[in-house]
């Protein structure tokens, strides 16, 4: 599990904690000025040839980075699993804090609750998680693509993704966490809904390592503390 806290000038923001699944591997979105100016000092040494498609990626990885921290992302995790054809499906899964602009977080989530169970043909429907109440939300969309602009275009390249979210809130704070998962594999998107509850169902906002200290006692089964030792945790 992996526990999450932020310092801001005026408050902190809630701790909490929730299970990577299996298959991801976290990016690091606070590299130390040491590795950065690394990485630098390898692409200038690499061959004319090497260099220029080294500089695009460490450019990409530089933007992507600033991007998240500008949206609150505090832990962004890259996927990647077989598929049935026996190719490699990539996925995006980032966990942020959204301040619910001054409101009362629950309410906003309540009313988005019951505006999803009114509208089920907007993609949107309650959710009843551990930890409290929530939403998840799904779509297809046309999006930027990874790759170069087509021949003869200035255009970055464009694709379709799966994306989903699951917002959920923690009594007494202004804060929505949300965990949002983004795949170009369209035809896992039922494995990959799987995948996003799946973490989802984890989310606590209680150290689930305080309860155990000093008693020796096993987890409870389904518990979020015994998600840590399972194969999904």
Not at 141 to 170: C, E, F, H, K, N
């Amino acid at each position: 599990m992996t526990a999450l806290t932020k310092e801001s000038k005026s408050e902190q923001e809630p701790l909490f904690w929730y299970a990577i699944p299996h298959g991801y591997l976290q990016l690091d979105l606070d590299p130390p000025m040491e590795r950065i100016e690394g990485l630098i000092q390898q692409v200038l040494s690499l061959p004319d040839e090497m260099r220029g498609r080294a500089e695009e990626v460490l450019r990409f990885y530089a933007g992507v980075v600033t991007s998240l921290n500008a949206n609150r992302v505090q832990t962004c995790l890259i996927g990647s699993h077989p598929n049935d054809t026996g190719d490699i499906a990539f996925s995006v899964l980032t966990v942020s804090t959204i301040p619910a602009s001054g409101a009362n977080a629950r309410l906003v989530l309540a009313n988005l609750a019951g505006t999803a169970d009114s509208n089920p043909d907007e993609g949107m429907r309650p959710l009843e998680l551990p930890c409290g109440m929530g939403f998840i939300a799904e779509k297809k969309l046309i999006t930027t693509a990874p790759g170069r602009p087509p021949a003869g275009s200035d255009d970055s390249p464009r694709g379709r993704v799966w994306q989903g979210t699951v917002v959920v809130t923690r009594r007494g704070t202004d804060d929505f966490v949300m965990l949002q998962l983004v795949t170009s594999a369209l035809e896992l998107a039922d494995d990959y809904r799987s995948v996003l509850l799946g973490v989802a169902h984890t989310v606590t906002f209680t150290d689930p390592s305080s309860s155990r200290e000093g008693s020796g006692e096993e987890p409870a089964p389904g518990s979020v503390a015994a998600s840590m030792r399972s194969d999904f945790g």
